[in-house]
Structure formats: C-alpha cells, structure tokens
C-alpha cells in the first residue's frame, strides 16, 4: 500500500523508573532526522512509540493528518496499521524464509496476490543491490548482506515513516561503510520521513539532515547536522560528537573549503569533483604548535584558542576562527596531554597551529 | 552455525577437557543410570522369546495396540489444538493471573491420575454435572466409551505440550512478531506466517511427549473408560489385566511397550533430551 510522503509531528511523555522520556520534534516528509545520544537516553523507547509497540503516558504522534497516538483521546493505532517501517540493529530476518519471501512479507501481509509481492520484493532487492541473495536463507547470509536484505523488506511495504535502530552497530568495519553509502543512495531518493538512531556521528553526519541529541530522555539540542556536530552548543553534545570535521567539497585527493584551502585525506568511497563533502578526524589527532610546523602533516592551520576542556586524562582544545581566517575552523578540537600543556603554556586567547596527517583524515559525502 | 551442530562439535572436541564435573558424582549417578536400565534389560531376560510372536500378535493384544495408537493420536491433536492456544496465552498475554492459571493447567502434572480419572467422572459420569445435562440434551453418556479414554489421555497429556511449547516461543521472544506487526501484519498473519513455523521444533517435541503420556497412560483410564477390549482396554491395561493370568504375554505386551517409547524417543531427540525446545 503506496502512501502520501507524510511528516512525522510527536510530543512524547514516557515516564520510566531510571528516566522519564519527554519531548516534541517533527520531522519533513523526507527528511532524515538522527537521534544521537548514550545508552539509556531514550532512543530506544521513542522509536517503541513511534512504531506503536509502546504506549506513552501522554502525548501524541501523527503522520501526515493521520493521528496513530493521542493520550488524551485515547487514540492507538496498533504497529500493523500504522506504516511505520523498522530496520533494526541485527536485521531480524525472518529466519525460516528465504530473502526474498522475508522482503515479499511486507506485501503479502498487506493482500498484494503472492506472484506481484515476488515481483515488488525483486525491484527492492535490486535496489540495495542484492539481487543474487533472493533464494538465500539468513543463515546463508552475512551481516551486511542480512542487513541489506533487511533494508528492502522495511521498505517493500512503502512505509510513511521509517525508524533505523542503529543499523550500522552490529556489522563488522569491513561491512559498515558499504551499507552507510547504500543507505545513503536508498533514503535520498525516497520521500518517507526517516528517523536514525545511532551513537556514531559518523552515520549523523553522512545520513541525516538534522540531528537530536538526547540525554536522560530530553532534547538537549536538536538542529541542521553540520552545525550541530561542528559546534555543538554544549560539552554533552561535543562528547556525543566527538569528532572534528570540515564541510566542503570533495576534489582529487581531498577537500576543498569554501575559502578554498586544500583538506588532503582519503576518500571514505569514490566521490565526484565537486560533490558535496566533509573532512573528518578525530580530536587526538591534531597535533598543535605554537610556531607553524615544518613537517610531514599535510594539513595546517592557525587558529586561537577559545577553551580548555578536561577530557578523560587529556585536555581537549577548542578552536575559535581568527578575525582574518576561515570560519570553518570555529569549534574544532585538539586533545593534548595536560604536560603538553603546561611545556607549551597553552591558555585561552593565545594563537597556535594545528596539524593533522593526512592519512588521519577521511573524506565523506555529505547528506545534503 | 545452529546450536546443535555446535553442541555436537564441542562435545567431539578431544582437546576439551571436562569442568565442573566433580568425580563423585559419577557413583550416585551410575545408581540411577542402573536402576532406570536394569528393569528394563530384566524384562528382555524373562521374556518367553519363542512365543513372543504369538503373544504380540494375539487378537486382544492387536486390538489393544491399534485402540493405544488411534486414541493416543487423537488425543495428541487434541492437547495440539487447545493446549497450543494456551501456551501462547500464557507465553505472550499481558492479563493478570496467569500464574495462577499457568499452576492450574499444570495441574494433572501433578496429580495422581486415577484421581484425575475420577475427577473426570464426576464431572461427564451420568449422575455429574455436565454428564446428565449431556445425556438429556443427547441421548449419550461418555464414561466406558472410546471417547473416555481420548479425553482421560488429553487430561493427562495436556501440560507436557504446554510447558514445552510455552518454553520454546519464551526463547523465540517477540522480536520476530514485533518486526512482522511493522511490516504491516495483522496479530493472525504474524501468527500463521512468524509465530507457528519459528516454535514448530517446540511444539513437535511437545507433541512428541505428549503422545509418549498418552501411550502408557494407566490411571485415569481405568478409573474413567474402565477397561473393556476393543473400547477402552488400551495396552497398559492389558499389560495389568494379563500380569496374573499369563506373565509371559504381560512380559511380551510390555516389551512392546519399550519398543514404542524407544522409538517415540528417537523421533524427538535431539530436542528436549538435549534440553533444546
């Protein structure tokens, strides 16, 4: 059954002994939105309401102008006539059906006559690429082979809304980013609205346009992804984030910035000159001197300091944009040792440079 | 891999050494091993092997066989078909009491069959309460008929399907169902299409052990269908009838017997007896 592209509008109060989930969002027809946050932040039981597997103690959730959940109307559509489509963390493939009887299910359940569900589940199945896997069982399939597979039986049925439950967490690092850039490919040409839980900002980063980040089942900040990982607006959200990353564009052997200075890294995957892209690396691996270095890093840049962070049992730096330099350098951040502090006497207001090799940095597409 | 493959793996695994197996568990076990085993290797020396033929297939002793099979088959669709629905009941609902109405259904388990039998009877006899309003509205009584031993069988039998199945979808979880219900299956698809074929290893196993219940069940037939050849004399009961009149053809009757469970633990192995439902 074909729907509408429907936005998804929710307010959600959820009252459980170790935290209490409460708050509202929406999200576009289309629109990705990653949820982000620790474990037991409440990503989990929000998507338990959003799919109607739990009731909310107040509240409500409606897509498009279709009301599946108000509290005070006493309103629940239950999971199975609702339209909200999951792919979860270990695919659950179903395990006493082959891949595609598991991707015709959806159809079927729904009366599609058995030889168009066969047909419909085909066309998904090419569409994450695993046309080859129709006559396989689950067990005869690898993580990320499941996980495809799992991608088009959630969306064979044409939900109006998507949840993806960390569908990246259980793959080994060989698998993960050739099915983060098929996710990418699938949700861009859809007009579903698609809720992503992870923990990895990465997955945020290449997935999502806007990002909600959640602790002890509140919002704590909640906008456009770049803006939200580059400068987080609180240390929670820069620990969640945990990575320094740089918007640009992609071109041979790295990226360009808007001021048009060279990022050399590697290519998480082959990019187009020009595509949309960003820089990432994580903090510990900015090296940082106070005259500009004459070395093997490929990358250097000047920037003040604008804080000093315990971090674990190192001390994070945050970087603030010189009047004169690029912007894009706002936020960044170095984790040094605090003897690298005290030697070089770091503090805030002072001028230094960072450093990165370019073997540390990846280049990945953009969501938008 | 499954489970089982990797259970026969670490068990043929000559480089594993043995823990958590104090030795002197071996004696008191190598007692019990013996006393399950010695009666049962016993009865094959009493046998009268030369007339063993002739025993098994006299008229009273093929009736009995043939009456154990049909009842004991239909007995074991009947605990399918409404001890399954109860396993579900108590594996997935969310009402109150159903600790009290899992102890309830658990219940032959633990009683003496022939209270069991009787019980029955008071209940369907012609005097019971539901027995007359039964003969009333149709001319028919069910005590000492075919039909009483089916149902003295089911009552007994029932709680080993419902435990097992109950136990198999408890370690299939709700995950699959959960998964289906967003998939857009109703509450009967994901039934028919997830539930069933993923505890279908658990029900046959439960299955399986109920029919083994209802092959030697004793007490609650005699008390409820008594034992008529043909009707109600099932092979149990003739294995006790002809303990007095002629040993050597309750000894072959019983051999028989042995053979049924050895085969009726052969079909269900691997599963329970290896703790997998």
Excluded at chain 1, 181 to 187: D, F, P, Q, T, W
Excluded at chain 1, 277 to 283: E, G, H, I, S
Excluded at chain 2, 125 to 138: D, K, P, Q, S, Y
Aim: charged share 20%.
């Amino acid at each position: 059954m074909s729907r509408e592209p429907a936005g998804l509008d929710a307010a959600i109060v959820l009252r459980r002994p170790e935290f209490t989930l409460d708050l509202a969002f929406a999200v576009a027809p289309g629109e990705v939105l990653a949820v982000l946050g620790p474990n037991g932040a409440g990503k989990s039981t929000l998507l338990g309401v959003l799919s109607g597997l739990l009731r909310p103690d107040a509240g409500h959730v409606r897509l498009g102008d279709r009301l599946v959940t108000d509290v005070a109307a006493g309103v629940h559509v239950p999971p199975h006539e609702r339209g909200v489509g999951m792919l979860a963390q270990q695919g659950l493939l179903f395990p006493h059906l082959t891949a595609l009887a598991n991707v015709a299910f959806g159809p079927r359940a729904r009366g599609v006559p058995r030889t168009d569900a066969d047909a419909a589940a085909r066309r998904w199945l090419i569409e994450v690429d695993a046309a080859e896997l129709a006559e396989r069982k689950p067990s005869e399939l690898s993580g990320g082979q499941a996980q495809r597979v799992a991608l088009a039986r959630a969306l064979a049925p044409e939900p109006a809304l998507l949840l993806l439950d960390e569908p990246l967490a259980s793959l080994d690092v060989d698998a993960a980013p050739a099915l983060r850039s098929l996710l990418r490919r699938v949700m861009r040409g859809s007009k579903q609205s698609k809720v992503l839980v992870t923990h990895d900002a990465l997955d945020a980063l290449v997935l999502a346009d806007r990002v909600m980040v959640l602790s002890g089942g509140r919002i704590v900040e909640n906008g456009p992804t770049r803006e939200v990982l580059t400068r987080p607006r609180s240390s929670f959200t820069a620990r969640i984030a945990g990575l320094d990353l740089i918007p640009g564009t992609a071109v041979d052997g790295g990226l360009k910035t808007a001021d048009g200075m060279l990022i050399s890294g590697r290519q998480s995957e082959q990019l187009a000159d020009g595509q949309s892209a960003v820089a990432v690396f994580p903090p510990f691996a900015v090296a940082v001197f106070r005259q500009r270095p004459d070395g093997s890093p490929r990358n250097v840049v000047e920037v003040e300091v604008a804080a000093l962070e315990p971090h674990g049992d190192t001390v994070r730096l945050r970087a603030a944009a010189l009047p004169a330099g690029p912007g894009w350098v706002d936020g960044l951040a170095a984790d040094v040792t605090p003897a690298a502090v005290a030697d070089l006497a770091i503090e805030p207001g002072m001028r230094m440079w960072y450093a990165v090799k370019a073997t540390e940095v990846a280049i990945h597409p953009a969501a938008r | 891999m499954n489970r089982p493959a990797v259970l026969a793996r670490r068990a043929r695994d000559r480089h594993q050494i043995s823990v958590g197996l104090p030795t002197l568990i071996w004696l008191p076990a190598a007692i019990g091993f013996a006393l399950i085993v010695l009666p049962v290797a016993g009865l094959g020396l009493k046998t009268d092997w030369p007339r063993l033929p002739e025993l098994i297939f006299s008229e009273s002793a093929l009736d009995a066989l043939r009456l154990s099979m049909i009842t004991s088959s239909i007995s074991t669709v009947l605990c399918i078909l409404f001890g399954g629905p109860i396993a579900v009941i108590l594996a997935r609902s969310r009402i109150g009491g159903l600790r009290l109405l899992r102890a309830l259904v658990l219940l032959p388990l633990v009683l003496p069959p022939v209270v069991g039998g009787l019980a029955l009877l008071f209940l369907l006899g012609r005097t019971g309460l539901v027995g007359r309003g039964i003969e009333t509205a149709f001319g028919f009584t069910i005590p000492f008929t075919t039909a009483a031993v089916v149902l003295a069988q089911t009552f007994v039998a029932m709680p080993f399907l419902v435990v097992s199945l109950e136990g198999a979808l408890r370690t299939a979880g709700q995950r699959y169902e959960a998964v289906a219900a967003t998939l857009g299956a109703s509450p009967m698809h994901a039934f028919r299409r997830v539930t069933v074929p993923l505890v279908l290893p658990g029900l046959a196993s439960g299955a399986v052990l109920a029919f083994a219940r209802c092959i030697g069940e004793f007490g609650a037939t005699i008390a409820f269908a008594g034992s008529l050849q043909g009707t109600t004399r099932t092979l149990p009961l003739l294995v006790y009838l002809e303990r007095e009149a002629d040993v050597d053809a309750a000894v072959a009757l019983s051999l028989l017997l042995v053979v049924v469970a050895v085969v009726v633990i052969a079909v269900a192995r691997p599963r329970f007896v290896e703790g997998q439902t």
